[in-house]
């Protein structure tokens, strides 16, 4: 199967940072990777589809981009609604499904 | 615009059945461009995907899980269930339900989910 390493595992920053979250694959998935937000008590909500397309709804400071088998999430402009943990999601050999660890971001 | 709703026993006991009914609301289940999902999350712990069915029952488990797990679905009710059977404490997590995309070639995104409800196994 293939493995989903993200990184950080948590990070802080200020309200107006630019933040940064990577994914990395095992193995070559094209762009088939997949981002979630999960707010606190809240079920996850896809940000991110095919690496970089964002989903109706989500604010632009959002963007995905992808480079071989490493994927970013990046958020411009952190906001304190951002508050959340982050997971990755491989798409190209689902099923079986297999997410990243998350990456826990606070302000 | 559809909505997905998760019900079961809040409490069960070690070596017992699991069961959760998944309620669609707001549209159809036969749609050739979803399957339906179960994922659950551990108590401070990350997102793990039990299995995925079809409006037509065919279905993908977990590997880790396809021992003790089955699912079904009744398109008339805009159900489908999950039974994890016997279980222990590590299987105490909220569980949710979500319609996985499927249209495109390699898509499978978990567009909408549930609230997901916290299920406890204990005695």
């Known amino acids: 199967d293939i493995q989903m390493t993200q990184s950080p595992s948590s990070l802080s920053a200020s309200v107006g940072d630019r933040v940064t979250i990577s994914c990395r694959a095992s193995q070559n998935i094209r762009v088939y990777l997949n981002w979630y937000q999960q707010k606190p008590g809240k079920a996850p909500t896809l940000l991110i589809s095919?690496?970089?397309t964002l989903r109706d709804g989500v604010p632009s400071r959002f963007s995905g981009s992808a480079s071989g088998t490493e994927f970013t999430l990046t958020i411009k402009n952190l906001q304190p609604e951002d508050v959340a943990t982050y997971y990755c999601q491989q798409s190209y050999t689902s099923p079986p499904v297999t997410f990243g660890h998350g990456t826990r971001v606070d302000i | 615009q559809a909505q997905l709703q998760e019900a079961g026993p809040g409490l069960v006991k070690p070596s017992e059945t699991l069961s959760l009914t998944c309620t669609v609301s707001?549209?159809?289940?036969?749609?050739?461009?979803?399957?339906w999902a179960w994922i659950r999350q551990a108590p401070g712990k990350g997102l793990e995907w039990l299995g995925s069915i079809y409006y037509s029952g065919s279905f993908y488990y977990s590997p880790s899980l396809e021992s003790r797990l089955t699912m079904s679905v009744d398109t008339s009710k805009r159900q489908f269930y999950l039974r994890l059977t016997p279980v222990t404490a590590a299987d105490t997590a909220v569980y949710f339900c979500?319609?996985?995309?499927?249209?495109?070639?390699?898509?499978?995104?978990?567009?909408?989910w549930g609230p997901g409800m916290l299920v406890t196994v204990s005695s």
């Open positions: 707001g549209g159809s289940m036969i749609n050739s461009s979803y399957y």
């Open positions: 979500a319609r996985v995309w499927v249209e495109v070639a390699y898509s499978y995104d978990f567009d909408l």
């Open positions: 095919a690496a970089s």
